[in-house]
């Protein structure tokens, strides 16, 4: 079974640029999260999707941030424009669906660099 | 609201060492609790988790038992090896909303070098 892929692994950009991440997540799993991880620091939650509904989006910069998933699978989350503090790496997880715990599996995270 | 507390690293350890990370947490209802772990250069994996009190949470000869007495999670490891090196997060399940799946909150990680 494919693991959750994020693109691009690596990204700098000046302060004030846009940027986008893309989050393929595991096929048949509804549950999609986007974590943002500060150095030093744990994960913590922006947004959660449930197929291509937002439940949970409490966290996110709103001003800022955006994030979609267009027919339930893949997703991106965008900054426009960064600032400095947006330096972080960026989680997507995923998990199925149900109404109990389900592991949340984890991709590789984007790190962003903002100069 | 909702949050976890582990100990600071990094912890520097000799090659089959006795490991303990603290974990506590302050939570209002029953959490279940978790601990994760980052590979250099990989995603974080789930290594174990329980989910009521006392329960025993282990893999890979890691053990973490749920002590709602303490409201404490320490993660344990007999004889840790040089491939143990990582970061380990504990976490907790904020109780759904409906229609939600679990949110998780992490603590802030701790590094375990191993040394040969």
């Known amino acids: 079974e494919a693991g959750v892929a994020q693109s691009p692994r690596y990204k700098i950009i000046e302060k004030r640029q846009s940027v986008a991440f893309w989050c393929n997540p595991i096929?048949?799993?509804?549950?999609l999260y986007w974590y943002q991880q500060i150095l030093g620091q744990g994960p913590k939650l922006l947004i959660q999707f449930q197929n291509n509904g937002v439940v949970d989006d409490s966290q996110l910069p709103k001003d800022r941030f955006s994030a979609e998933r267009l027919k339930g699978v893949d997703s991106t989350l965008k900054i426009q424009p960064a600032k400095l503090e947006d330096s972080a790496v960026y989680l997507c997880?995923?998990?199925?669906?149900?109404?109990?715990?389900?592991?949340?599996?984890f991709g590789p995270g984007t790190r962003l660099t903002v100069l | 609201g909702n949050s976890v507390t582990q100990m600071e690293g990094p912890v520097t350890l000799s090659e089959e060492a006795f490991l303990t990370i603290n974990c506590t947490y302050t939570a209002t209802g029953y959490p279940s609790l978790f601990w994760y772990v980052q590979y250099p250069g990989e995603g974080l994996q789930l290594l174990l988790k329980a989910t009521k009190a006392d329960d025993k949470g282990s893999n890979k000869g890691f053990e973490a038992t749920y002590r709602k007495e303490t409201t404490s999670f320490h993660l344990e490891k007999g004889s840790v090896q040089v491939s143990d090196s990582a970061v380990y997060f504990c976490?907790?399940?904020?109780?759904?909303?409906?229609?939600?799946?679990?949110?998780?909150?992490f603590g802030s990680g701790t590094r375990l070098l191993v040394r040969p």
């Open positions: 976490a907790l399940s904020d109780p759904p909303r409906q229609d939600s799946s679990y949110k998780l909150i």
């Open positions: 997880a995923s998990s199925r669906e149900t109404n109990s715990y389900n592991e949340q599996f």
């Open positions: 096929s048949g799993h509804a549950t």
